[in-house]
């Protein structure tokens, strides 16, 4: 059974930076393309980045247009965890942060991966950016 913990959220303001981490286990975490997704009160939830699965050679990314150049994603699959370090956060990047696996292996995502392209989420962690 696959599980994903994200932890690394928190209240910050405008302009700081934070690093949310997702730790993955019961899957071969090396064979699967990662995702962040996030969803603001009242909206629907909206890809963040994405991180395609590792061989140990480096992996493509693809970025939100609304987040590139301030978001970076990574992995470390000796630790099975993806993270996303968010610098220069801004009031709309407010919102609950989910990590998410790929339904299949060995699968690079699009610049724009649906919801429906993963197969697992974690509960979440949220962020809230403050002026």
């Known amino acids: 059974q696959v599980q994903l913990a994200e932890s690394g959220g928190g209240l910050v303001q405008a302009g700081d930076s934070l690093n949310l981490s997702c730790a993955a286990s019961g899957l071969p975490f090396g064979d699967y393309s990662m995702a962040w997704f996030r969803q603001a009160p009242g909206k629907e939830r909206e890809f963040v980045a994405s991180i395609s699965w590792s061989d140990g050679t480096l992996s493509s990314r693809n970025y939100a247009d609304s987040v590139k150049d301030r978001f970076t994603i990574s992995r470390d699959n000796a630790k099975n965890t993806v993270y996303l370090q968010m610098n220069g956060l801004k009031l709309e990047d407010t919102a609950v942060y989910y990590c998410?696996?790929?339904?299949?292996?060995?699968?690079?995502?699009?610049?724009?991966?649906?919801?429906?392209?993963?197969?697992?989420w974690g509960q979440g962690t949220q962020v809230t950016v403050s002026s």
């Open positions: 998410a696996v790929h339904r299949y292996k060995y699968r690079i995502t699009n610049s724009h991966p649906d919801i429906s392209d993963f197969g697992s």
